[in-house]
């Protein structure tokens, strides 16, 4: 054989036919890239960019509070690295005339920040809207990145508790109130008792519910059918009840839409009745009537 394939050399052909979806993939690349090319550049506004004015070191010897620790950084300066262990076995250095705070290991240098303006940091730290209003651990995070003072901590904490757009906007979990036991009765008809029960199979005069009533003093029960649950049929039921044995003082119903009417409230508030709602979920609040709904459905 004259020559074999391997003497051959093919040149290497770009594939010019794409697939449909290559050619989608490369439109929809193109276009999220005109969009991001129009979309406008955010800005960083000057405000939110602090630094420490030019007097800061002025500030820095006429503060009291750090006084001490600028004595003490100030008789080490010109030793090795300029440091000085102050206060709590931390690590404090002059370089230039301003006071330093250094991290154990010396990763972070940070400024030690005078009492007048420690206001100004906590809120650029917190307030502005890079901040975000984040929390005690990320503000003190952010803060302590370039600054610092003794008790940052502490002032980082109350400062987010006292931040009235925090108290506004954050969700804080309330602890909901103990149960209370409801104190014995010995007055009959002081307080009572009512819940609907129902619905049952209906009667020939059209009936499938029955408000029943309990009285806590003497336990005497009464049960009143009603065709629906109503308001206005509660509110009959109730004052046929009141016409035979007077104005009870109290009344404890579930959270039944036809006990938290406004037609019921109106007849509390016309008969000075108080009306107490049991809670959610928990009817044992009313269990006099709810032991006796057992017995009238057996």
Known sequence: MPFSHTDIDFP???KLHKSRRQRRREKLLGSVQKMAEQLPVPEVDKADMWEPPSNIRDLQKEDESLKELFSKATETEGEKNGIATALYGEDYFIRDGLLFHQLEGGSIEQVVVPQCLRGKVLALGHDVPLAGHLGNVKTFERIARRFYWPGLYTDVLKYCKSCPICQLTSSHKVRPSPLKSLPIIGVPFHRI????????ERTRSGHRFILVVCDYATRYP????????????????LLQLISRVGIPQEIITDQGTAFLSKTLKQVYSLLGIKGIRTTPYHPQTDGLVERYNRTLKS
Do not use: C, N, Q, S
């Open 12 to 14: 290497e052909h770009e």
């Open 193 to 200: 008792g009512m819940d609907i029960v129902g619905p049952l």
């Open 222 to 237: 009464e049960a009143f059918p009603l065709r629906k649950i109503t308001a206005v049929a509660v509110a009959r039921a």
